[in-house]
């Protein structure tokens, strides 16, 4: 019992953003947010995304970071231990479903990483049609096995330093990949705007403010995205936050998290699309992106296998970060809930992902039986996740820290109970974001994915 209640704290600041960084960036990062930006205004998507987090997004990673803090639990019981006969008492429960089902499917991207790292070290990109490309990665990801046992190389891994604990293992590895990820990130834009011919279109595609591509939708994608890149809605955020220190400064953590996995983001974007218009390819996102484009490209551009290394141990740190993240939600719940060790519940988790990310790498073998109305279990739990319940445990956890927990919680929490002046001062209209504008534009999203608006 006394060790369960002995709760860690991150040791340092800079440990503490890390932490929360790396648990942020990840593909959506790298695939999704350079190609919405070019496909969605460039300049003028960037912009908008960042009223969006100031105004919808950050406000729900503060709710997240201020319940975890104030309860020092796991991202179930934080409801129950605020408000036990409350309705929503259990509805923590979805945030653990969500993270573990999200796991699944995203230690098998992080396997694919791994082995595209694994062929950019043996050189086998080169001289390769991108006809010859596209069926090595077919034939890859249909074999079904062989992604299922890279993945299971990042299931274990994420175990490993899950279980050797909350400062020596999370905090230390994310002291040294994110610095790490930001210098290889570096070196690849330097390459793509300084040595690659005309890398002038691919800038302007993600750089050159287009107002007139800016749509309702546009408004729509960039919430979305924001919120997903944020790791929000499914209480990673809670269990990060119940690990801060008392004297830490919140807004100022969420604000750096955000702007740094912004930055990143536009980063990825620089390092891709100058890469991509300077050999005239169409620009594409998501695992066409990573797993084709670039891999032709880096066949064609000098330099090419080094940077295609850097760039695959990129996304190999990217996901694995991020892994992290994902797992400790399910580990501190299975140990304070069933009141076992770190370790122990790491085994248990580990062993039920194996099994369920069997599942979904099979589902994408050729005639898997895992497939449901057309779509394989992969492309299920990736759709059910992001259009249905990150949104709206989202909307959950907004609406929990601004109207039903004691109001005194979020300002003691933003605040550390009033001393921080500049903090105090702000309150009142972070407050407003929290508890309207937030659940609003969140509310909205959510009638957008399930199609009612
Ligand atoms: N933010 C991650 C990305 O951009 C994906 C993600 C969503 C995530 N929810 C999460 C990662 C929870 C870790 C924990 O790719």
């Not at 040791?11 to 930006?37: D, E, H, M, Q």
């Not at 919808?56 to 503060?62: D, G, K, M, Q, Y």
């Not at 009141?339 to 050729?366: D, G, H, N, P």
Request: charged content about 15%; some cysteine.
């Amino acid at each position: 019992m006394n060790k369960i209640n002995k709760r860690d704290t991150f040791k340092s600041k800079i440990g503490t953003i890390a932490v929360l960084a790396g648990g942020c960036v990840g593909l959506g990062n790298i695939w999704r947010f350079p190609y919405i930006a070019g496909e969605n205004g460039g300049a003028a998507f960037i912009l908008i995304y960042l009223a969006v987090s100031l105004c919808i997004s950050i406000p729900a990673l503060l709710s997240e970071l201020a319940l975890g803090r104030n309860q020092r639990c796991n991202a179930f019981r934080v409801f129950r231990k605020i408000k036990d006969k409350h309705p929503w008492k259990n509805s923590g429960i979805l945030g653990i479903i969500t993270g573990f089902l999200i796991f699944s499917f995203y230690c098998i991207i992080g396997g694919w990483a791994l082995k595209y790292f694994e062929l950019a070290i043996m050189n086998d990109f080169s001289g390769k049609s991108t006809a010859e490309l596209s069926e090595s990665l077919n034939n890859f990801i249909q074999g079904g096995i062989e992604p299922y046992l890279y993945g299971i190389v990042i299931t274990t891994f994420t175990t490993i330093i899950v279980g050797i604990g909350v400062v020596k293992g999370i905090e230390r590895l994310n002291k040294i990949l994110m610095p790490l990820l930001i210098f290889l990130l570096l070196i690849l834009v330097i390459n793509s705007i300084f040595f690659l011919p005309n890398s002038r279109e691919g800038l302007l595609f993600i750089l050159k403010p287009d107002f007139s591509a800016v749509t309702w939708n546009t408004i729509f994608q960039a919430i979305g995205q924001s919120f997903f890149s944020l790791s929000l809605g499914m209480g990673a955020q809670v269990i990060y936050g119940s690990y801060i220190s008392e004297k830490d400064n919140l807004i100022k953590t969420a604000v750096s998290v955000s702007l740094i996995d912004m930055s990143i983001a536009i980063l990825c974007g620089l390092a891709i699309f100058p890469a991509v218009f300077s050999f005239n390819i169409e620009p594409t996102a998501g695992p066409t992106l990573l797993f084709l484009t670039l891999p032709n490209i880096f066949t064609q551009m000098t330099g090419g296998y080094i940077f295609a290394i850097l760039f695959f141990a990129l996304v190999v740190f990217a996901t694995v970060t991020s892994t992290v993240s994902l797992f400790e939600v399910s580990v501190s719940y299975v140990m304070e809930e069933f009141q076992i060790r770190r370790r122990t519940a790491c085994l248990w988790v580990f062993f039920a992902l194996l099994l369920l990310s069997f599942l979904v790498a099979e589902s994408q073998t050729k005639d898997s039986s895992l497939v449901f109305f057309g779509k394989s279990l992969f492309d299920w739990f990736d759709q059910i996740t992001s259009n249905f319940m990150l949104p709206l445990g989202g909307i959950i956890t907004v609406i929990f820290a601004g109207w039903i927990a004691p109001k005194t919680l979020l300002k003691d929490e933003l605040t550390n109970k009033s001393t921080l002046t500049t903090n105090t001062k702000y309150f009142s209209v972070i407050q407003i974001m929290i508890k309207y504008v937030s659940p609003f534009f969140l509310i909205l999203l959510f009638l957008e994915l399930i199609g009612l608006l």
